[in-house]
């Protein structure tokens, strides 16, 4: 079965406290995109799980998030493992606050879910996703959904998708990277009364309205105050001055993304970052996180 697993991007992201268990209690509102891996799962009976990628970066053993969606599966499904081939086709750049490895991981789980016949509900496979990772049940399902908790609790919005204009999204990544363990650590270091909050509300009155200039306005970051990266600021002024209705920083970096309500205008500052910066692309809102297309 062959999969395509979408890119998110934050249209805000608050943390709020940090749990016993280590991780960060976060308010999001987290929107899909048409950038996405490909991801291949076949069932066989050799009895073990591997994973094969286009990427040299992407490891293919037991600490792959698509490894350990493949055995997070089974344990809680009760079956034998027969055996699991998966194999990633990378578009979405890694360490780039895009949910990449969690798309893939989304994937091979709802993969197994059709190949193995269980048909478990969303509920169940996000039950499933986020022992693997925090960011794994908002890819199942995707579109654009309000996450709390860890990322386990997810609430559905008016989806982007549906607006009347429809939103010219561009991303751009840098070349330098910043780890999710690093963007948190800098987060609980800081003085937490200097972080100007997201006005999530706002954002869902935005998006019920389908506000694209609204939206725009309301986009914001912690992770993006917190780290204060040069090459992002850098990136994102070119991104207001090439026209985009607002911009930031998704996840905990390094991408940004800026929304447009014009795509020539969109294309242009796409060509004129893309001299600069290999990792951008243009795109628009998805409304699904995972899509069988064979």
């Known amino acids: 079965m062959k999969i395509e697993a979408y890119a998110k991007i934050n249209l805000t992201l608050d943390i709020v406290g940090k749990r016993p268990d280590g991780y960060h209690d976060l308010i999001m509102i987290m929107q899909s995109v048409g950038l996405h891996d490909d991801v291949r799962v076949d069932l066989n009976d050799s009895g073990k799980i591997t994973v094969k990628s286009?990427?040299?970066?992407?490891?293919?053993?037991e600490s792959n998030i698509a490894y350990k969606s493949a055995?997070?599966?089974?344990?809680?499904?009760?079956?034998?493992?027969?055996?699991?081939?998966?194999?990633?086709?990378?578009?979405?750049p890694m360490e780039a606050g895009m949910a990449g490895g969690s798309a893939d991981g989304a994937a091979v789980i709802c993969a197994l879910n059709e190949l193995c016949g269980t048909g478990y509900s969303d509920e169940i496979l996000w039950e499933i996703g986020v022992k693997v990772g925090a960011d794994v049940?908002?890819?199942?399902t995707g579109g654009t959904m309000l996450s709390e908790g860890k990322g386990e609790i997810l609430s559905s919005l008016p989806k982007m998708s549906d607006f009347r204009n429809q939103p010219v999204i561009l991303l751009c990544k840098p070349d330098i990277g910043v780890s999710t363990g690093k963007a948190?650590?800098?987060?609980?270091?800081?003085d937490s009364?200097?972080?100007?909050?997201?006005?999530?509300?706002?954002?869902?009155?935005?998006?019920r309205e389908m506000d694209?200039?609204?939206?725009?306005?309301?986009?914001?970051?912690?992770?993006?105050?917190?780290?204060?990266?040069?090459?992002c600021n850098v990136i994102k002024s070119i991104?207001?001055?090439?026209?985009?209705?607002?911009?930031?920083?998704?996840?905990?970096?390094?991408?940004?993304?800026?929304?447009?309500?014009?795509?020539?205008?969109?294309?242009?500052?796409?060509?004129?970052?893309a001299k600069d910066y290999k990792n951008t692309y243009i795109?628009?809102?998805?409304?699904?996180?995972?899509?069988?297309?064979e």
Do not use: H, W
């Open 54 to 61: 286009s990427s040299a970066l992407l490891a293919d053993d």
């Open 71 to 92: 055995k997070a599966f089974f344990e809680y499904s009760g079956m034998p493992l027969r055996g699991v081939e998966i194999q990633i086709e990378k578009n979405i």
């Open 137 to 140: 049940p908002f890819c199942i």
């Open 184 to 190: 948190y650590a800098a987060v609980d270091s800081c």
């Open 193 to 207: 009364e200097r972080i100007v909050r997201p006005d999530t509300d706002g954002m869902k009155k935005a998006l």
């Open 212 to 231: 694209t200039v609204e939206v725009a306005k309301k986009l914001s970051n912690v992770f993006e105050q917190v780290l204060n990266l040069d090459e």
């Open 239 to 273: 991104m207001i001055e090439g026209g985009a209705l607002g911009a930031c920083m998704t996840g905990s970096g390094t991408t940004v993304f800026g929304i447009f309500d014009d795509a020539e205008i969109a294309k242009q500052c796409y060509f004129t970052l």
């Open 283 to 293: 795109t628009c809102a998805s409304d699904c996180g995972c899509k069988i297309v």
